[in-house]
């Protein structure tokens, strides 16, 4: 697993034209996804989704991330894309235009945008158009769900990326990089994400070590047993 970590450290430093000496490991952990869970807490927690964030904007030490993945979508689970989520380039058209990747149906672009711009105010319509009134249960559900999708996709370009075994995807840590992991909707997804910091040690911290302060590639090794 270390050996997986450094060769991270590496690729990233790489790619990003950064001393190697310049980038440390922060946090590395095994991630399990299993459709149909919620998640308890952060880290390894168990869940079938993750929501929209920025990796710095939950520790503001995360400067680099990568995600490596042990599963394989359409094989190992359904669902669970891995979403970069970035403003739209509108160029003009509605909220609900071609630039999320949506098809535009003319007689409903209108009633779209409107209804959208209320919902983000928090506000509800007097009275729904004909043609988004739920007749059934069932049609009432999709409704419900076409609106978040709606609501999500809304000014938003997003580009999903779905795992394939030994994968992985590396990025910057902060708002550049906003993502979310989509629901899984069967089977069960493993990975292992990665955080770097470009944050030196601070000396206070090696004074919780056991044998303080490395001074050479031997006492690093050698620390890893006291981590």
């Not at 990796?55 to 042990?70: M, Q, R």
């Not at 944050?199 to 090696?206: D, G, K, L």
Request: include cysteine.
């Amino acid at each position: 697993f270390i050996r997986l970590v450094e060769r991270v450290r590496r690729t990233m430093a790489h790619e990003y034209g950064l001393p190697l000496k310049s980038l440390l490991p922060l946090q590395a952990y095994s991630r399990k996804y299993v459709a149909g869970t919620t998640q308890q807490g952060g880290g390894g927690g168990e869940g079938d989704f993750v929501t929209l964030h920025t990796d710095e904007a939950t520790h503001e030490g995360y400067h680099y991330s990568c995600v490596i993945y042990l599963s394989t979508h359409n094989e190992d689970f359904e669902g669970g894309a891995f979403v970069f989520n970035d403003p739209a380039e509108t160029n003009g058209e509605g909220a609900s235009g071609a630039a999320n990747g949506m098809p535009v149906d003319d007689d409903d672009e209108e009633i779209d945008d409107e209804l959208l711009e209320l919902l983000k105010r928090g506000e509800l319509p007097d009275e729904l158009p004909e043609q988004l009134v739920p007749t059934d249960e069932g049609e009432e559900e999709k409704y419900h769900m076409n609106i978040e999708e709606e609501i999500r996709r809304a000014g938003r370009s997003l580009t999903p990326f779905y795992p394939t075994r030994g994968s992985a995807v590396i990025f910057s840590s902060g708002w550049e990089n906003m993502h979310e992991v989509e629901k899984i909707t069967s089977g069960t997804r493993y990975a292992v994400p990665c955080f770097f910091t470009t944050c030196p040690v601070p000396e206070a911290a090696y004074d919780q070590m056991k044998v303080g302060k490395p001074q050479s590639d031997e006492d690093i090794a050698d620390d890893w047993l006291h981590l």
